[in-house]
């Protein structure tokens, strides 16, 4: 069965440190791979998605992920975190870009000063 | 930019009232999905709705739920009679490849 692990519930860093948010998945074929962001009260923004071709993805905000078939993981990464990336970050993975998503349970990013 | 938007923002129903979430998708995108994330949890797909009918529904989209396509732009879910566990946000997404695009939003509360 398809899964998402995000092992990391909640993290701090300081404004200007970079970041990276792990993101591990479990599914038997190529999955479609993506991140999305969630600031209180609102939806989810698409920040980036990987579907095949180059393992290195760049997205919205200056995120970018890196596809690693052989640990099976999809980490999203900054390298310098603004005070406005303060949001919950999900990661999805879906069978083909059509169908369902399957969420892990999200990393709560704290940003200080 | 073209986006998902949702109405209500926020609902509040008695145990037992139906209620019907309006979801209005990007004009040209084909695909359309339901998802609802309980305070607290994850995010999880209740169904998928391509060409007019569902194409995909999870266990939790049991025969309380339906979902209807009624003219050419809303994309509705309705939930027959409520029960204090389908407090929950949901999300509405639709997609015409790559990527799931999502609305804001509805906050429903069951009393």
């Known amino acids: 069965a398809q899964s998402v692990t995000q092992p990391d519930i909640h993290i701090t860093v300081s404004e200007g440190a970079s970041l990276e948010l792990r993101c591990n998945y479990s599914?038997?074929?190529?999955?479609?791979l993506f991140w999305y962001v969630q600031s209180p009260g609102q939806g989810l923004q698409l920040l980036l998605k990987?579907?095949?071709?180059?393992?290195l993805v760049q997205g919205i905000k200056g995120f970018e992920a890196e596809f690693k078939r052989s640990q099976s993981s999809f980490n999203l990464r900054k390298p310098s975190v603004h005070w406005s990336d303060a949001a919950e970050y999900f990661c999805?993975?879906?069978?083909?870009?059509?169908?369902?998503?399957?969420f892990g349970t999200g990393t709560r990013l704290q940003v200080f000063p | 930019e073209p986006e998902v938007t949702q109405t209500p923002s926020h609902q509040v129903t008695q145990m037992g009232q139906e209620v019907i979430l309006r979801c209005v998708p990007i004009?040209?995108?084909?695909?359309f999905y339901w998802y609802r994330q309980i305070l607290g949890q994850k995010v999880e797909f209740l169904v998928s709705?391509?060409?007019?009918?569902?194409?995909?529904k999870s266990e939790i989209f049991d025969d309380q739920f339906s979902v209807e396509r009624p003219d050419g732009s809303n994309f509705t879910l309705k939930i027959r009679s409520t029960k204090l566990e389908d407090s929950a946000m949901y999300f509405c997404?639709?997609?015409?490849?790559?990527?799931?695009?999502f609305g804001p939003g509805t906050r429903l509360t069951v009393l």
């Open positions: 990987y579907f095949s071709g180059d393992t």
């Open positions: 599914y038997g074929a190529t999955p479609y």
């Open positions: 997404a639709s997609s015409d490849l790559p990527g799931q695009f």
């Open positions: 709705f391509y060409n007019n009918e569902i194409s995909e």
């Open positions: 999805a993975v879906g069978a083909r870009n059509t169908d369902k998503l399957i």
């Open positions: 004009s040209n995108h084909l695909y």
